[in-house]
């Protein structure tokens, strides 16, 4: 199995970026497609971002497209999410997941197998 922690979160102004990266220990010599997840209070966990094993395919949830970019280094096993333009609505905890696999890269919750604890991400108005 594979193991994840989170980290880059924190409190930003409307407009400002943020980096999150996710860094993968244990079982990441098979391949493994990432996403990051949100959460915000008294909503349930939503897709944001997710990225193939291979970084070739990269699906985006339709209130992000444009302004967020996943990556990924898989020499590091680590997954990035670059948030650009950020908006007050995209406040929530940020959770990376993970699932073995090659294919296309899932955008729903239930096919993640491995989550990671979660980072806080505000952002003021």
């Known amino acids: 199995q594979v193991q994840l922690v989170e980290s880059g979160g924190g409190l930003v102004q409307a407009g400002g970026s943020l980096r999150l990266s996710c860094a993968a220990s244990?079982?990441?010599?098979?391949?493994?497609?990432m996403g990051w997840f949100r959460q915000a209070p008294g909503k349930e966990r939503e897709f944001v971002a997710a990225i193939s094993w291979s970084g070739g395919s990269t699906p985006y949830a339709a209130s992000v497209k444009g302004r967020f970019t996943i990556s990924r280094d898989n020499a590091k096993n680590t997954v990035y999410l670059q948030m650009n333009s950020l908006k007050p609505e995209d406040t929530a905890v940020y959770y990376c997941a993970a699932y073995y696999g090659s294919g296309y890269p899932r955008p729903v919750v239930s096919e993640y197998d491995y989550w990671g604890q979660g980072t806080q991400v505000t952002v003021s108005s």
């Open positions: 244990g079982r990441t010599g098979s391949s493994y497609a």
